[in-house]
Every structure is written in structure tokens, then in C-alpha cells.
């Protein structure tokens, strides 16, 4: 298979294209470095596309090393024909390559082996030809071996059979027909183990639909329903058609002596050895796509979570609710640092408003707080109300936010927060979490294992491993995107970057105590274990902002550094005017990109983006992402009415639709349906985590503690 032709058919992209980014991917290039620094050779395909690109390379290629184990395998056996061989070359999944390899894998000893060892394959071929005059009884006679124990007629017929049964189940084509009409006129079917039981699964007590149709958060919640046992799931197959199939690929005389024996071989063939395994796989393509869709979604989430908008250059108090326990504060100030943490109690059980509002009071004095950052977990709902109780009390100007606490409990008991935070307790580490989470996102959010911030649905019942790789992929992306600043990032997020290890991270963070800041970033070679390869993948995406180098402070990567000063010179510049941002504009001084990009010896697209940066230097991607939604006052769920309009923040996005924070402690549900007068196939084309958007209140189920909300207004 030429996998170069392959690639680019699939992700519909020019042959050059998919063969330059293998080139790049082989030579040891990371994702977010082919994408940013390497667009002349892919043709700027992005990193999503990349990705794609990746996933489906490693799999072509085991693909091929599969054909290659087959061929050899069947080889020795001395069974390998030309036209077997095409086939194998031919196939374009594992699963037909297996098919093919069926009949030839060594058997643990089968029904049919041991019929083999009896010496009964004859009379298996006889029965086959259907050629016969003579009943089957008297062509078994010649069979009988009491040593081997075929001691009757029976005996021998029932053992013909099974060779005959096995034979047909090795037919490749057969299972290629079987599966694929299965899965295009299937059903899967669930019944309840205990229909008066109550569960989350009663929606799926008595439940039938088109394995073609069937929605992946529905497979994902049978599969779940079926590993707890309460539900019992299986595949309905068109049993008769395929029957009728197997029937007239085999019976091809009318021979009274072998026709019956024949339709009862196909039926043994399908029930006991094809349709079991048929289920098998299908029930794991379902399963696999669905993994597939959840995951996407769940780094599409994971995506819009990190590149949330830093709320900068606020002092903000971290509020980490709790009943029992207390509610933990620490105080942050805007870079990050905690200045002070305590612990109140105005929830229950010992609803000491009064005392807590005094020390809140003392904080937002003594520190000049502006912002508080609260946790969405247990009792957030009643803190809020004191927050809100205490901002009418103040005179100055306070405002709060709701922020997703995913994770913050697992940052704060982790091996890192204990050696950022030696002497906090796990309560003080994740209020300190929950204030660093707005002024940074991204910067806290890399502390903790992706897979633990939860903005997906079904995440523990999945490929684990192909789930982390797909989410480390995202928060690499994001990372990289972004950029980090050389002098103040931690260890966390400069594992992230592009070339650089766990190991690189901590040297980097190491050298910085040991010799203070960075002045360039040539300085980074001088780090233990980085090499030119990791300078050259990570050091666009550092940066130093009071450097020698004004160069050093943008995306600009080092290998066009000549380039751009060239450029500068010839729009008649200094580099320094970078740092005075006398560039905006520049752009619009060059009217030819191609005819300049060859006086400068770089590509057109990567001379626009060196344009492009230096109009503005070290941009933030995520300036343009809408800005959390700071709240003064609290709704109840109890104020809310039917047709009431109110402003919101997307906090997950699902299959079926999207949970939007209006401000009451209850998320509301804006189903598909809601989203769009148009069609849309999945809510992410309507919407995204951290959106803002404008929803009408449908209805309120107080008991249920259930919002329905529409977007369509």
C-alpha cells in the first residue's frame, strides 16, 4: 500500500503535503513545530490536521507490519498462494487482514482439528462435492476407527461436519458480507436484568435501534449499563438473509443425500463459531467509534477550558467552599504569589456568618482585593449567597466568579503542590489553585493530569491510553500556541513545549535558580541535556520580554532572526522599536510578499508570519476568547420563570447538548435541539466550553432540580 497516497486521500490533502509532514514527523519534529515553523514544506496544515495525520500514519504502518508477519507465517506453511498474497497486500484494514489469516492461524485444537486427526476430512470433502448417490451413512462406513474413537455412522458424519462448519466460518468474504450487513439492517436490542429496579438506565429497560443510527453516548451509556449489570445488551442480526446467503454460496446441487446435512452445517456454522465473533467485533467498532467521538469532544472542551483569557493584574481571593470543613481562602496576588490563607465558617453546620464576614472584610482592606474566585463544588451555592450578602455591605467596588474546580482537589493532594506549597495544607493549596485558575488558566490548568478536569462525558470508560494521548496532544497544542515566558514559567508548563522532557523542564527551572534570569534564548543550549534538536523545536515558543534581544520577546523563531532584522532595516527600523511597538502597521508597507520573501531568503507564508508578529509582538491567542462573566448578584432557582432571558458561560458540552452556568447553583440543559434553527450533527458546531451565550428558560423542575434552556430566542 502506498500509505504517502493513502494519507492524502483520507485527510484530503495534496500527496506533497502528507509526504513532506511524514518527512518532518520522521526526522523527530514535534506537532506544534511542524505547524508553526514548517508551513512552506506541509503547506501550512495545521496541528489539527497533523494530528490526524499522525494517528493515521501509526496505523497504517502497523498495518503493514501485520501483512508482513501474515505473509511470512502462511509462508512457512508452506500455503501461500498468488492470489492470497494480492489479497493480503490489498487490504485496507487489521480486521481484513485477520479475516484472511483466519484459516491459516494456528488453532488452539477445535470441534474440527480434532475430526482432522480422526481422518474424517475425506468424508468431509465427499459431503462438500455433493456429488454422492449413496447415502451419507454408507459413504461414512469406510470412516469407522474404533482407536480413534469413531465408532458409528454418526460418529462420523457429526465430525465431517464440524470440519465442514469451521470451513465455512474461515471464509473471508462470508464474515466481510455477514459483518457488513449486520451492521447496515442490525438492531441492538437491552432488556433490564430487574425491570422494577430503579436506575440511571431506565431509559434503556426495553430499547431497540439500527446499529447504523445508534448514537455514540448512548453505546458508551449500554456499555456501562451492561458492566454494572443491570441492563443485558446484544446484537440482532438478520438471521435468515444470512442464512439464505450461506446457503447459496454452499449448496450448489440438489442431492438428496447432502443437501439437508449441508443446511444444518451452515446453521451450526453461523450460530456457534460466525455470529458470536460477528457481535464480538461489531460491539467493539461501536464501542471504539464512540470512544472516538467522546474523546474528541472531550479535548474540544479540554481546548476551550486552557485557552480561557487570563483575568490579569487583579490581587484575587481564592474561595475553596465547604460545609463541615470550612471554606479555605488564600489570597493572590497578580503574579500569582499567596500572600495569606485562613479558613472560615459560614456554611453549615456552624453558620458563623457574622465572624466570616469580618475576616473577609480585613482581607479585601488589607490586601485591596477586587475579585473573588470561587470553586463550583459542594456549597459553592451557599458561599455565593454570603459573597453576595458581604458585596452590598462594602463600599468598594468587588466582584466574584464561579470558576470549574475540576481537578483542584486532585492538584492539591498531588506530589507538586506539595513541593510548590510545603507548608499549606490540601485545603489552602487548592483555594490558592482556585485564584491562580483565573488570572491563568492555562498556567494552573497544565498542573493537573488532563484527564482529571472533566469536561466530557463517560471519560472512565474508555481507551485510557489513547484518551491521555489525545488530551496531552491538546494541552500541547494550547501551550505552544500561547508561548510561555522563559523567566517566569514553571517546570509544569514547560514540559508542554515543544522538544522539551519532564527532565529538560526541571533543568531549565534549575539554571534559572542557579544563574538567574535568561537574557537570550541562545542561553538555552547552555542547559544540561538540551541539545540543538530541542533548542531548535522550543525556542520559538519562549520567550524573554526584558532580554538583549527585542527578537527574543516575539514568536519569531531563531533560524529567521537575519531575515527579520533584514526586513526591519529595509522598512527602515531598528529591532528596538519592537519593545516601543512602532510596528503596528508595517504590514500594509509591503506590497509584494513574494518578490520580498526571496530578497530575504525565507518562504512567503513564514515572512507573513514574521510580519504579522512583529506588528504585534508575543499576541495572545487568547485575547480573543470571550472573557468570564464577573458577577455582583446571585439568582435562586426558585426566581427563575418560564421565558426569562438571562446571559450564561457553557461549562461542558455533551452529545446531546450543553450545560450553561446562568448564575443559579444548578447548571441548565440547552438540548441539540435548542441550539440553532439549521441542522447540527453535534452541539460543538453551535457551541464551545467558555462561550457566553444569551439562553431563554423553558422550564424549571424544582423537585428534579432540573433548567431547561433554548438558545433560540
Known amino acids: 500500500m502506498d500509505i504517502i497516497a493513502k494519507l492524502a486521500e483520507e485527510l484530503q490533502i495534496k500527496t506533497q503535503q502528507a509526504e513532506a509532514a511524514v518527512k518532518l514527523i520522521d526526522e523527530g519534529n514535534t506537532i506544534p513545530f511542524i505547524s508553526r515553523y514548517r508551513k512552506e514544506a506541509t503547506g501550512a496544515l495545521n496541528d489539527e490536521v497533523l494530528r490526524n495525520l499522525f494517528e493515521r500514519l501509526t496505523y497504517l504502518r502497523n498495518l503493514e507490519e501485520k501483512k508482513e508477519q501474515v ?190 446435512v449441508l443446511h444444518a452445517v451452515i446453521e451450526d456454522s453461523y450460530k456457534r463459531l460466525i455470529a458470536p465473533a460477528i457481535e464480538r467485533e461489531i460491539r467493539n467498532e461501536l464501542t471504539e467509534r464512540a470512544e472516538d467521538g467522546a474523546i474528541k469532544v472531550f479535548g474540544k472542551n479540554l481546548e476551550q477550558l486552557l485557552m480561557q483569557p487570563p483575568i490579569a493584574g487583579k490581587v484575587v481571593l481564592g474561595w475553596d467552599p465547604a460545609f463541615r470543613t470550612g471554606c479555605k481562602l488564600a489570597v493572590v496576588d497578580s503574579t500569582g504569589k499567596v500572600l495569606d490563607t485562613t479558613v472560615i465558617y459560614p456554611t453549615a453546620p456552624q453558620n458563623k456568618v457574622e465572624q466570616s464576614k469580618a475576616v473577609l472584610k480585613k482581607l479585601i482592606d488589607k490586601y485591596d482585593i477586587s475579585l473573588i474566585s470561587v470553586g463550583n463544588g459542594t456549597a459553592s451555592r451557599e458561599s455565593e449567597m454570603i459573597i453576595v450578602d458581604l458585596l452590598k455591605e462594602i463600599p468598594k467596588p468587588v466582584q466574584y466568579v464561579i470558576v470549574n474546580e475540576a481537578g483542584a482537589s486532585v492538584y492539591s493532594a498531588s506530589k507538586l503542590a506539595t513541593e510548590e506549597f510545603p507548608n499549606f495544607d490540601v485545603g489552602q493549596r487548592s483555594a490558592a489553585s482556585i485564584a491562580r485558575r483565573l488570572q491563568d488558566p492555562l498556567a494552573e490548568l497544565v498542573k493537573i493530569d488532563p484527564k482529571s478536569i472533566g469536561v466530557g462525558q463517560y471519560q472512565h470508560d474508555m481507551n485510557q491510553k489513547k484518551l491521555s494521548g489525545t488530551l496531552n496532544g491538546v494541552v500541547e497544542d494550547c501551550v505552544n500556541k500561547v508561548g510561555v515566558d522563559l523567566n517566569t514559567a514553571s517546570a509544569s508548563l514547560l514540559e508542554y513545549i515543544s522538544g522539551i522532557s519532564k527532565a529538560i523542564a526541571k533543568n531549565i527551572v534549575a539554571y534559572r535558580e542557579e544563574n538567574g534570569r535568561f537574557l537570550t534564548r541562545a542561553q538555552l543550549l547552555k542547559v544540561a541535556k538540551l541539545g540543538p534538536k530541542a533548542y531548535e523545536q522550543c525556542a520559538g515558543f519562549m520567550r524573554i520580554s526584558d532580554g538583549k534581544n527585542p527578537l527574543d520577546g516575539t514568536s519569531v523563531h531563531p533560524e529567521s532572526y537575519e531575515a527579520a532584522r533584514k526586513l526591519l532595516q529595509k522598512l527602515g527600523f531598528v529591532p528596538e522599536d519592537i519593545r516601543g511597538g512602532k510596528l503596528s502597521g508595517i504590514s500594509k508597507k509591503i506590497s509584494d510578499y513574494k518578490k520580498l520573501a526571496l530578497e530575504l531568503e525565507v518562504g512567503e507564508l513564514t515572512l507573513q508570519d514574521i510580519v504579522k508578529e512583529l506588528e504585534k509582538p508575543a499576541r495572545d491567542p487568547r485575547d480573543e476568547m470571550p472573557k468570564p462573566i464577573l458577577r455582583t448578584d446571585v439568582l435562586e432557582m426558585k426566581d427563575l420563570t418560564p421565558g426569562m432571558i438571562l446571559k450564561g458561560t457553557v461549562r461542558n458540552v455533551i452529545d446531546f447538548g450543553a450545560f450553561v452556568d446562568i448564575g443559579v447553583h444548578q447548571d441548565g440543559l440547552v438540548h441539540i435541539s435548542q441550539m440553532t434553527e439549521r441542522y447540527i450533527k453535534h452541539p460543538l458546531e453551535a457551541v464551545s466550553v467558555g462561550d457566553i451565550v444569551e439562553v431563554k428558560v423553558m422550564s424549571v423542575d424544582l423537585k428534579k432540580k432540573r433548567i431547561q434552556l433554548t438558545m433560540k430566542l
Open 71 to 260: 505473509l511470512s507465517s502462511i509462508e512457512e506453511q508452506g500455503k501461500l498462494t498468488e492470489e492470497l498474497k494480492q489479497q493480503i497486500l490489498a487490504a485496507e484494514t487489521l480486521v481484513a487482514v485477520e479475516d484472511l489469516y483466519r484459516p491459516y492461524r494456528p488453532k488452539r485444537r477445535t470441534r474440527a482439528t480434532i475430526a482432522k486427526e480422526k481422518g474424517l476430512e475425506p468424508l468431509a470433502n465427499i459431503i462438500l462435492l455433493q456429488m454422492t448417490d449413496k447415502p451419507l451413512e454408507q459413504e461414512a462406513e469406510c470412516f469407522l476407527n474404533p482407536e480413534k474413537e469413531v465408532e458409528t455412522v454418526q460418529d462420523a458424519i457429526a465430525g465431517a461436519m464440524d470440519i465442514l462448519a469451521e470451513g465455512i466460518s474461515d471464509e473471508a468474504d462470508y464474515r466481510q458480507y455477514i459483518r457488513d450487513l449486520t451492521m447496515r439492517v442490525g438492531k441492538i436490542v437491552s432488556t433490564a436484568k430487574d425491570p422494577e429496579a430503579e436506575s440511571v438506565y431506565e431509559m434503556y429497560y426495553e430499547f431497540e435501534e439500527g446499529l447504523a443510527k445508534l448514537a455514540g453516548h448512548r453505546i458508551l451509556a449500554l456499555n456501562r449499563g451492561e458492566a454494572e449489570k443491570i441492563l443485558t445488551v446484544k446484537v440482532e442480526a438478520p438471521t435468515e438473509q444470512i442464512l439464505q446467503y450461506l446457503a447459496k454460496k454452499t449448496v450448489v446441487r440438489d442431492n438428496p443425500h447432502t443437501t439437508e
